[in-house]
Structures are given as C-alpha cells and as structure tokens.
C-alpha cells in the first residue's frame, strides 16, 4: 500500500488543528520538465527542508520535489514536542559508545533543540514554549527517572531537568494518574506545520526550488542521476531520500530498515477554567503506547495516543478520546473540534537511520517519535557531508540499525503482533 494516498486527498493538509490556525503555506509550484541542480531532495519535511536550507545558504543549487504539500507528513501532524537528547538514553548510548561519542552524541542533540528553537524565534505562528513533563506511571520509574536526572547534571551538564514527586505531578498536570516523573525546562514545544511552512520559506528565500505535489516515481542512478516524476526529471550530482515513514518502495536499503506507523491526535474545544493544565507545558508519560499532550495558546487540549496496526486510519475521535479520559475523566463531555492522522517511521532499535547508500546518494529517517529536533538537526548533518564534512554524520551513521524480520509483506504482521502485547501490558499496569 502507498501510504501517500492511504488516508489522505492528494495536495490537501488533513482537516487538523495545525492547518485550521496555519499560516500561508508557499504556491504549488510542480515540477514540468527537465532540470539540472548540484542536489534533489525527496521529501519537504523537516530532513528535506533543513538540507535544503542549509545546502542553499552553503551556495549548492538544490531541488526539492515533494508528493503533495511543504510540510504535508509527520512534520506537519506531530505532536509538537522538543524532546532532550537522542531517542534513547544516555545510558543505552554510553553501553555501546565511548563515553567520548557518548558525549558527542550528546552534543548534537543539544545542538538540534537550539537549532529548533532558534528557527523558531523568527517564524510567525510558531509558537515556542519552554518545558516537557516526563509522567510515569511506576514508582520504579520515578526513581529512574530521578536517577537520570542525577546523571545528566553530573556528566553531562544539563541542569535544565528536575524530579518530581507524585503530588508534584499531580498539581502539575491535574491528574492523580501518575507516581511522578520529572519536568524538563530545556526541552519544549511548538506548532510544528508552521515550523516546517517556515523552513520551506526560509529555504526559498536562501535559493532552493520547492516543487509540490511533484511524486517521484523512480531514481536511475549513475554519475549524474535523474529523479522521474511524473511530468518531469531532475538530474543532479546528489540526491537526499528523506521521505520517512512516506517512503514506500522508493529505495529497498531503506524500507528494508524503517517501519512507517501511524498515529493520532485530537484537539479539544477551548477549555478555560476546565483546562487541567495550568502551564503551557507538554507532557508525555510512560506507557509503551505513549500518551502525549500539551495546551494551546487558546487553552485547547491537544491529545495524541491510542493504537492502531493497520495502515488505514481508524475511527480518530473514539482511538484517542479512550487514554484521554483515562488521564482525565473530567473531560467526559468536552467537545472535540478536531481529530487527524499522520505515518511516522520507527527503526527496530529506535535509534535514526543515517546512511550514504551509494556514491552520491544519501538518506536519514526512523527517528521513531523524536524527529522534530533531530530531523530538523540530519538536515544541518547531511549538507555538512555532502561537502566533505562527514564526521557528525559518520557518528550518526553508527547507531544500529538492522533489519526488521521478514519481507515487505510480513514485517507489518509481526510489528502488530508485538505491538499488541506491549499495548496489553500498558492496559495491564505491567
């Protein structure tokens, strides 16, 4: 199944509360004919758009094709978060680096977050806010969780997060559903379709060529390769695949890696006096299936969770409203104004797919949930490897990443599998 029409109508942002508050997002402009650049990119999500900019202001002549609309995928759906470090932990990191690369790792993302944020700072609609709340449910979590917060200030540095007691918690979210956690100052969220409609602005504006609603079909590779679409081709010295969860069958090295599943989110009406949350902060907890929400500037709850293994979307407002109303029962009769899907991508151990796949192509996707920052950060890293600086993007490139079990048609079957006994579990209080 193409997954870039499984659920959605081609060149139309999903009917969500990011597009409905978004600001102008740039003219389809498609691609007709043929065209010569130094650099095309698949994909005008955050990796496309990032590469882009970046590559531009580097004076490299780039294209970006994308299916339907700048910002049309995850990048443009999620959940808005801007989470601290890499997708796992320090701990798993410092068991398979050096503490050196450990620390590099570290760095980068670190160096991503304020990447982000001060994009951010000069894009209309964005909308930064400061802080990320880590709600466990577990009382051996919350001692993790402050044991890891211990860490972080004592070898990292990062005094930005602090612990948080059950009754902490529970005035700060305005649910008894947790035993703790801890609350990250460094970490934040935004309205992330108008993030991505500001790179591909500020990618324009540095030069690169934003085709829409311009699908690649095929990419023949050799000393100048040619990108198909259907009613034209680039021909470029370089070619960047960061399609993500949207890749399809374009390029087998990569689906052979990268899982795409979906996701859901839904937006309250405007809550006032009723909103649990007090603070603009984002909140994830710990379940495997993450629950994960965050309030609008206008006092909205957006709520993103439940689970779903097939690739159409399910029934939206009954799939998230079950775990809201399971945090917050009180919410029983608010209105839901919006509810929309989105394909992310995982990768077996969670960790980012970086790779030089053959001489002149490139790719980075699987950022299993934590892609705001770090895709966003992989643009920065590939434009400094396709101009020969490739230290950073040869560490990233280390991460393990191996194949899932089984060929395009059973990987998905097994994924469900396991995915439906990790779900149990959650329901259980395993």
């Known amino acids: 199944m193409n997954l870039l029409y499984a659920n959605d109508r081609p060149g139309h942002y999903p009917a969500s509360y990011y597009a409905a508050t978004a600001v102008e997002p740039p003219p389809v402009e498609m691609l007709q004919g043929e065209l010569r650049a130094d650099v095309c990119i698949i994909g005008a999500g955050y990796t496309g758009l ?126 008894p559903a947790y035993a703790g956690g801890d609350l990250d ?62 890749l399809g069958g374009l390029e087998p090295e990569v689906a052979a890696r990268v899982m795409p599943i979906n996701n859901f989110i839904i937006a309250t009406e405007p809550l006032g ?54 945090v917050y029962p009180q919410l029983r009769d608010v209105k839901i104004d919006y509810a929309w899907g989105g394909t992310l991508a995982i990768t077996a151990t969670r960790c980012p797919l970086f790779r030089n796949l053959r001489p002149g192509i490139w790719s980075a996707s699987g950022y299993s949930g934590h892609g705001v920052a770090m895709a966003t950060m992989a643009g920065r890293i590939l434009s400094e490897a396709l101009i020969g600086e490739s230290e950073r993007f040869d560490l990233m490139a280390r991460f393990p990443v191996p194949k899932f079990p089984g060929g395009q048609m059973t990987r998905q079957p097994i994924l469900a599998l396991a995915m439906t006994w990790y779900a149990l579990r959650d329901r259980l209080g395993l």
């Open 273 to 326: 006096d009723l909103s649990p949350l007090r603070r603009e902060i984002a909140v994830a907890d710990s379940r495997f299936v993450v629950n994960y929400w965050r309030r609008t500037a206008e006092g909205r709850l957006l709520f993103g969770g439940g689970e779903s293994y097939g690739y159409k979307f399910p029934d939206l407002i009954r799939t998230v409203t079950r775990p809201m109303l399971e």
């Open 50 to 175: 990032s590469a882009a900019l970046h590559l531009a202001e580097r004076g490299r002549k780039v294209v970006v094709l994308e299916a339907h609309r700048a910002g049309w995928g995850a990048s443009g759906r999620n959940g808005g978060q801007v989470g601290s470090g890499q997708r796992r932990d320090q701990d798993w990191i410092e068991g398979r680096f050096s503490r050196e690369d450990a620390g590099r790792l570290w760095q980068i993302a670190e160096e991503a977050k304020s990447l982000v944020r001060d994009l951010a700072a000069e894009m209309p609609g964005v909308d930064w806010r400061a802080g990320v709340a880590h709600a466990c449910r577990q009382p051996s979590e919350v001692r993790e969780a402050a044991e890891y917060a211990e860490k972080l200030n004592r070898d990292y540095g990062y005094e930005a997060i602090r612990p948080l007691d059950r009754l902490e918690m529970a005035e700060l979210l305005g649910t």
């Open 185 to 246: 100052m460094g970490a934040g969220h935004m309205h992330p379709l108008n993030f991505a409609l500001g790179l591909a602005k500020r990618a324009q504006a540095a030069g690169a060529v934003i085709y829409q609603q311009s699908p690649v079909e095929r990419v023949v590779e050799g000393p100048m390769a040619e990108v198909i679409t259907r009613s034209g081709r680039v021909r470029a010295e370089q070619v960047i695949f960061a399609c993500n969860g949207y």
